[in-house]
């Protein structure tokens, strides 16, 4: 047992973890179950009042199954030696990397990758042309995005990008107000896509369907839609050589290739709307209408395979109308202040997981998720990233025990200007969603705007802490039911589901 730096009692060894995500919470998971050094206290800071990162705020709100791991992140944050401390704001115009460091043995950085990828085209700041990302965080209700406002006026939109996140934002295009009342989206989103008059959705790839990024079981969901159906070019699909004879790919571009396949020997529906998948052409410019200022469409220039992986330009060029663009290239990382950062990869360098500053590992500081190895991988795919950081961390505890550090991070914050939401301001938050919902007739209804947000944990705090409070330490004194060491286990969390990762 590593012992406290005055050497009398157990050293409690303070962690924080900056990210509630899915890469967050499994390090915080993984740290608290240990065995090794059994008193880890971590604590999981958050910009936003809310947890769950990109499941709250990534998943598709049709993707029930998957947002359900929520509950499973949620066991976590509730275990008596974690807590969630949301509204806490680390970086530019907040607290900064050195003032944390300050107040923690050791810092875990699972901030994700927090912007979006340019096309570097021209036209691509026009009005209609949007970041699938902002598209998501508006119909996600990110508080952030609550003022966003998107051209639904039809008939057509081009989606740019053959990822999961591309299918995602095409599903929700092309989806009935029906299939989406009974998610937890918010109002607004809802009544703008309930108007919305785009008939035609176009998801362009730039290289050919063997190569789509998209995952089989997400792919086929576009042809599982009530009022709308998929439509593909057989003649296109075919100038992948790949097409014809698909047995030699990886097993997802096979199955990927053999739904395209089948799609193109269906006959047409007649549905309502229409989801044409797109290959081989790379967007060139975004085109302006008359007044200059408003998406018109996109010029692609088509491509051609050539031979190793990648396409060739043709000087063949083909133009999509739409009044709605939205670019889904990928996610990419941002610098945090305070930080060392490869532009190149958007991602914090590092050693298993520990920062590397100047050539070293740098004590006390570590990274997991996306800011880590990229934006890329399903939600499980962070289980074994998170426990790789949280296992360097555990290897260090002996020497970052040794420095002192506040008794009370949380009173700390406080005195550096953060107003912690605790976690029985979250449960103030859902408390309200699920109000709002019996009050508009739908189940859980996410509130979208800060001030919603902010008011909601006020009155869950004022509701609800004293017992929360008292729960929690009642459980870490022993007389709870819940004792830590003693093998009361937080995993079976395993749902190794797909999704944003982060
Ligand atoms: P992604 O999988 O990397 O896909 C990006 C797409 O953008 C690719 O088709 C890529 O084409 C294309 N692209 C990149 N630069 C381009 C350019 N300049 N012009 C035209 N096209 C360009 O990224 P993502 O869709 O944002 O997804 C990020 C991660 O989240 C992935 O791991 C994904 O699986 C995960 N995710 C999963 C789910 C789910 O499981 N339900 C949902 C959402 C997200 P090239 O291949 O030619 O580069």
């Keep these: 047992m590593l012992e406290s730096p005055c050497g009398k009692e157990p050293a409690v060894l303070r962690v924080a973890v900056v990210g509630s995500g899915p890469s967050g919470v499994y390090t915080a998971q993984s740290l608290v179950e240990q065995q090794a050094v059994p008193d880890v206290r971590v604590h999981v800071l958050d910009r936003l009042p809310c947890p769950y990162g990109l499941v709250r705020y990534g998943v598709a709100p049709d993707h029930e199954k998957i947002k359900s791991l929520q509950n499973n992140l949620r066991t976590v944050l509730d275990h008596p030696d974690v807590s969630f401390l949301g509204n806490v704001h680390i970086g530019e115009g907040g607290l900064g990397a050195e003032e944390l460091h300050e107040l923690y043995h050791a810092v875990v950085y699972c901030v994700g990758a927090a912007t979006d990828r340019h096309l570097g085209v021209p036209g691509e700041t026009l009005w209609g042309s949007f970041s699938a990302t902002d598209f998501v965080a508006w119909y996600s209700a990110h508080p952030d ?157 088509r491509t051609l395979p050539d031979g190793h992986g990648g396409v060739a330009g043709t000087g063949n060029y083909e133009e999509i109308a739409a009044g709605t663009v939205l670019r889904s290239v990928g996610y990419r990382g941002v610098p945090l202040p305070g930080l060392p950062f490869d532009a190149e990869s958007g991602t914090v360098p590092h050693e298993e997981g520990r920062v590397v500053r100047d050539g070293a590992p740098s004590p006390g500081e570590y990274v997991a998720g996306w800011i880590k190895r990229g934006p890329t991988g399903v939600i499980g795919t962070n289980r074994p990233c998170a426990k790789q950081t949280a296992a360097s961390v555990l290897a260090d505890a002996g020497s970052l025990a040794a420095r002192r550090v506040p008794g009370d991070p949380v009173e700390e914050l406080r005195r550096l200007g953060q107003a912690p939401v605790e976690w029985p301001g979250w449960q103030g938050i859902e408390a309200a969603e699920a109000a709002l919902g019996r009050s508009l007739g739908r189940p859980m209804v996410k509130i979208p705007d800060w001030a919603g947000l902010l008011a909601a944990a006020s009155a869950g705090t004022s509701n609800g802490a004293s017992t929360a409070v008292h729960a929690k330490s009642a459980v870490r004194s022993g007389t709870g039911t819940n004792v830590p060491g003693t093998g009361t286990s937080i995993s079976g969390t395993g749902q190794e589901a797909a999704g944003a990762g982060g």
């Design 145 to 301: 995005a609550a003022t966003h406002r998107f051209p639904l006026d039809g008939p057509a939109a081009v989606v740019i990008g053959v990822g999961n996140v591309a299918v995602d934002v095409t599903r929700i295009l092309a989806r009935s107000v029906d299939e989406l009342a009974p998610t937890d989206m918010p109002q607004g989103p809802l009544g703008a896509l309930a108007g919305s008059a785009i008939e035609d959705v176009y998801m362009v790839g730039r290289r050919g369907p063997s190569q789509a990024k998209f995952t089989t079981k997400e792919l086929r969901e576009l042809g599982a839609l009530t009022g709308a159906e998929v439509v593909v070019r057989p003649e296109e699909l075919a100038l992948d050589p790949a097409f014809a004879d698909p047995s030699g790919l990886p097993a997802v571009n096979r199955r990927n290739v053999e739904v395209l396949r089948s799609w193109a020997a269906e006959p047409p529906r007649g549905a309502g709307r229409r989801i044409h998948l797109r290959f081989f052409l790379r967007p060139v410019a975004v085109l302006a209408g008359p007044d200059g200022e408003r998406v018109a469409g996109v010029r692609f220039e």
